[in-house]
């Protein structure tokens, strides 16, 4: 099924280990997108990639990095886990204006750091 | 500055009651998108609408419909006849492709609980 595919779905990690969110389309949209999800704040933006090549900060950048491999995949790096980034994580890809301008989600990723 | 408010943190209705919900936005483009997502129980997210700052006539889709008012800077979404299924996070969402990227603001979301 065509859509954005997130791994893992669910992680514990210790403070101050590492570790690399996956994120792929296979829609050949040209933007994606990383957003943390908090209670009562909504999802805010973490980085973003307009195209392949580019990647911008978004709201939340500190102690995040990413990466766009290439046209489908744009990873979420935490370099030193901390436990306020506990939260649940959604990758996302959308295309230019366009009849169909629209934005698709991953299935999300719980990440817990104790 | 929040670019979307959602002022109404909780709603619990019994089921059949209607469910109206709000969303302000605030931007300085006069071309946008707005959006409305759902978040059920299982996480995921689930497009509900897109409309564009021009096109202000109100849509219906079965139970549910959106009233776009530019002059208010209002996009309300209301459930109509509201069932348990409804039960969920809704958020509203603004895009302002004017500004270069085609990022998504969402608001902090209103969790509705419908009561059997």
């Known amino acids: 099924n065509a859509g954005v595919t997130q791994t893992p779905k669910f992680q514990v990690l210790k403070t101050g280990q590492s570790m690399t969110l996956q994120c792929a389309q296979d829609m050949n949209h040209n933007s994606m997108y990383w957003y943390r999800q908090d209670p009562g704040m909504g999802l805010r933006l973490i980085y973003y990639?307009?195209?392949?090549?580019?990647?911008d900060k978004g709201e939340v950048p500190n102690g995040y990095n990413v990466s766009r491999l290439n046209k489908r995949e744009f990873s979420l790096r935490l370099e030193s886990a901390a436990p306020s980034q506990t939260s649940v994580y959604f990758c996302?890809?959308?295309?230019?204006?366009?009849?169909?301008?629209?934005?698709?989600f991953g299935s999300g990723t719980r990440l817990t750091v104790v | 500055a929040q670019k979307v408010t959602q002022a109404q943190t909780e709603i619990s209705v019994v089921e059949k009651e209607d469910v109206t919900l709000d969303c302000v936005y605030e931007?300085?483009?006069?071309?946008?998108?707005l959006f409305w997502y759902k978040q059920p129980p299982s996480g995921e997210l689930v497009f509900l609408i897109r409309r564009n700052s021009f096109d202000e006539q109100n849509e219906i889709s079965g139970r549910y419909s959106w009233n776009f008012q530019k002059s208010t800077s209002s996009f309300n979404f209301t459930i109509t006849a509201s069932q348990v299924v409804d039960s969920a996070v809704y958020f509203c969402?603004?895009?302002?492709?004017?500004?270069?990227?085609?990022?998504?603001?969402f608001g902090a979301g209103t969790t509705v609980t419908v009561r059997a």
């Open positions: 931007t300085r483009d006069t071309t946008y998108y």
């Open positions: 990639s307009a195209s392949e090549g580019t990647t």
């Open positions: 969402a603004l895009s302002e492709p004017s500004l270069g990227d085609y990022k998504l603001s």
């Open positions: 996302a890809s959308s295309e230019a204006l366009n009849t169909n301008y629209g934005y698709t």
